[in-house]
Structures are given as structure tokens and as C-alpha cells.
């Protein structure tokens, strides 16, 4: 039994956590970190959880805190994570951080799309980028995880097949995503109240989305060379939910058939990725509540272009349940452990 602490445990991204580890065979939650909750039981923030799982939330205190877990989970704002990673390695511990803080691999491309100093840059090399289906040997014994933005799972994972076998231009591609408010936290900003987004579908931060940066450098790595995309992001009036339009022109004539076909070759032994049948769509409804990614693809002739459709619940394989994936890798248990049950649909 693994004993693993989570801080910033009330927020959607941290309560998801608490809601697939409370279950977990193999691990143990210890610890439960909110500073605006301090002593107050988890299932009195969130009902669901009464009779179920009622720890009391932590003070952060990492002295006391480091005392009751073998590994942490941060879910806490980019730039905060200074003030409690470095402290938790000194001390012979382990995380898996949902920040942007510990993704890149430049600092300088860091500060310049978060707009603020890294100050843990001798850190960045010990950490791992924490997408399971690309650096699962790297992840297993790593000290820092940083478990990658939703946007960029859903992206990369759509693409991978494509640049890795060296099938589409590298110039010109351009991703639509779309994500449902969940994405933006749990924010009480007027721009996430339900009046203004019910009955509403907008994009936002128009070619400037820090995601943008984090898709480039591993859209870059399975290229081999340097890479720049378009990407515009959309919210639209649902709680959670993903879905990526990736647009990119190939090399050489090719069937969606034969495509499909390299898809599912390229990921075969991926139990958390379903590469559809010619013809089927992926929806959000298929993926949210679960670890799963879908993902489809249309060559469209006329233009010797293809279209990549990936799917997923951003609260889920693009954060709380990919971390589990993380988790388990990194304690040696099975990657399915805790995460087997199939989306909500409903």
C-alpha cells in the first residue's frame, strides 16, 4: 500500500482525484491539503462524499504533511508550486504536478507564455512529462511528474501517429479544441458564471493560449525538428468534456482506411486509447467519467488533407485520472488500477 498525500484537494481537479484514489486497491490517501478549508471534513465540501470518504482537510504544512505520504499530488495554480515542490524533493518525496511548472523543457519558453520566473529551473531536470502512452519508461522511476494540460493530451495524442511516422507537413497545422468550463477551475470569475456560458459557445485567448507552447514542444520532439501550430481554443455551455479538431495536410495520397489502420497499430497496446471504425465520430458523452481517449480521422481528398477528431474528459485523461495513470506506473501496479469503470454517458 502506497501512502499518497493530495494538495489543493478541493478544487475539480483535486476533488477527482480524491474521488478515483478513495477507491483505489493499491494506494491510501493520507492527506488532504486545502488552505480554505483547514479542518473542515472533505464530505462537508462535497457531499458526494459523505459516508464514503471524510478526512479532514490539511493546513499546508509541509514539515507535518511530508510526515504521512510516500508521494504527493499538487493541484495548485502555476507559480505556487515554488513555494511547496522543492521542499517535498529535499525531503525525499515524489509528486505529480498539474501546473504548467514542471511540463518544459526551455525555461525561457516557459516564462514567456506564463509571464512569470520559473525560480525551480535546476528542477526541470528531474521531472518528466507525465503522458503515460509516450514516456511510461521515464515516468516510472521519476521524481517530478508534471501531468500535461488537457488541451495538449487531447492534441498530442491526436497527431502522434501522424508526425511520428512522418506522414503530414510540419508546417501550417491547425488545431480547433473545445472544453467544457470545468477547464477554467473552480472559478467564481463573472466570465464562468452559468448565465453567461449556458446557451453560449465562444473561443478565447486566440493564438495566445499558454497550451499553445506545450503542444509545439512535443508535437516538436515526435517531429524531430522545431514546429509552430495554430491552435484556438472554445468553450462551450457543458461541465466537462473535450473535444479537438486537428487539421494537417499529408505528404502523399493515403484513405482514411490506411490511416486508421497506422492509428491502431501505433497505439495497440494502449487499453485507454480507441481508435474508432471509419465512419464514427467520437463524442463527449463516450469519454467523460472515464481515462479513455477516442480518437477518429477523415482524409478529406480534395485537399490531400486530414482531419483528426480526439476526444476526452478534460477533468480525466487530460488531469485527475491521468495522474492515477501516472501513479500507478510509478508504484508498479497496473496502469488500468482504479480507472477501469467506462464513462458516465449520462
Known amino acids: 500500500m ?36 483547514v479542518g473542515q471534513k472533505v464530505s462537508d465540501i462535497y457531499p458526494t462524499l459523505r459516508n464514503v470518504f471524510d478526512m479532514k482537510c490539511d493546513a499546508l504544512d509541509i514539515e507535518a504533511i511530508s510526515k504521512k505520504a510516500d508521494i504527493f499530488v499538487t493541484a495548485l495554480p502555476h507559480g505556487v508550486s515554488k513555494e511547496v515542490i522543492p521542499k517535498l524533493i529535499n525531503l525525499g518525496k515524489r509528486v505529480v504536478d498539474h501546473s504548467g511548472d514542471f511540463r518544459y523543457k526551455n525555461v525561457d519558453v516557459y516564462e514567456k507564455w506564463y509571464g512569470i520566473k520559473h525560480e525551480m529551473p535546476e528542477l526541470l531536470e528531474k521531472s518528466v512529462y507525465g503522458l503515460p502512452e509516450l514516456y511510461r519508461d521515464k515516468i516510472k522511476d521519476a521524481m517530478i511528474v508534471g501531468n500535461p494540460g488537457c488541451y495538449p493530451t487531447c492534441s498530442i495524442m491526436g497527431l502522434a501517429p501522424l508526425l511520428k511516422n512522418k506522414l503530414i507537413e510540419t508546417k501550417n497545422i491547425i488545431i480547433d479544441a473545445t472544453s467544457g468550463v470545468t477547464g477554467a477551475g473552480r472559478s467564481t470569475d463573472l466570465a464562468y458564471q452559468f448565465c453567461e456560458c449556458t446557451e453560449n459557445y ?84 463516450y469519454t467523460v467519467g472515464s481515462n479513455f481517449i477516442d480518437i477518429s480521422l477523415v482524409v478529406d481528398k480534395r485537399l490531400n488533407r486530414v482531419v483528426v477528431l480526439s476526444c476526452l474528459d478534460n477533468l480525466g485523461k487530460g488531469a485527475s485520472s491521468q495522474a492515477v495513470q501516472d501513479l500507478n506506473i510509478m508504484c508498479g501496479y497496473a496502469e488500468t488500477t482504479g480507472l477501469e469503470s467506462p464513462g458516465l454517458y449520462l
Not at 3 to 28: C, S
Not at 217 to 245: D, V, W
Not at 256 to 276: A, G, H, M, P, T
Open 2 to 37: 502506497v501512502n499518497v498525500g493530495i494538495i489543493g484537494a478541493t478544487g475539480y481537479v483535486g476533488i477527482e482525484i480524491v474521488r478515483l484514489l478513495q477507491k483505489h486497491p493499491g494506494i491510501k490517501i493520507t492527506s488532504i491539503v486545502s488552505q480554505n478549508f
Open 202 to 285: 465562444k473561443a478565447y485567448k486566440v493564438s495566445t493560449h499558454r497550451h499553445t507552447s506545450e503542444i509545439e514542444q512535443e508535437l516538436s520532439f515526435l517531429a524531430n525538428e522545431e514546429m509552430l501550430i495554430s491552435f484556438t481554443p472554445h468553450l462551450a455551455p457543458m461541465k466537462r468534456g473535450m473535444l479537438c479538431t486537428s487539421y494537417a495536410n499529408l505528404k502523399n495520397e493515403t484513405s482514411s482506411s490506411e490511416l486508421i489502420k497506422l492509428y491502431r497499430e501505433f497505439y495497440k497496446d494502449e487499453y485507454f486509447v480507441r481508435v474508432l471504425d471509419e465512419g464514427k465520430l467520437p463524442e463527449t458523452k
